[in-house]
């Protein structure tokens, strides 16, 4: 993943992100994430609040809370941030349409552990996003 890369995204990363700053070598920024602490119960801590409406305030607590870097079991990202980036994707999309008229729109695949996690992923980006 090339989040970090982007300095919009960072701060939305986990403390190992955050902390890491502006290194612009990716072996140093992945070696100074990696020795982060990391929360003891290795949890991501979303399921009871799946239901709340998502809003600036919780994304960013959400996604100060942990370390999205699980070494050793791949990086697992926190479903407020996936919210945000495909906002994101969305809007940089409809930007480039506005210069680019025959601009063709694209897909995103992300994969969740559960039917649950999907169907409430998909209300809430279908109450977020524009229609056009």
Do not use: N
Not at 107 to 121: E, M, N
């Amino acid at each position: 993943a090339t989040l970090w890369k982007s300095p919009q995204f960072r701060p939305f990363c986990g403390p190992g992100f955050a902390a890491a700053g502006g290194v612009p070598d990716e072996k140093v920024f992945k070696r100074q994430v990696a020795t982060q602490e990391r929360h003891p119960d290795q949890v991501c801590g979303f399921g009871q609040w799946l239901r709340e409406p998502m809003t600036r305030e919780r994304l960013a607590d959400g996604c100060y809370k942990h370390d999205v870097l699980q070494q050793g079991r791949g990086t697992v990202y926190d479903i407020p941030i996936i919210d945000a980036l495909i906002l994101h994707l969305d809007r940089e999309h409809k930007a480039l349409q506005s210069s680019c008229p025959g601009l063709e729109p694209g897909a995103i695949l992300i994969f969740f552990p559960g039917w649950g996690d999907i169907d409430a992923a998909k209300r809430r980006l279908r109450d977020s996003l524009d229609p056009q």
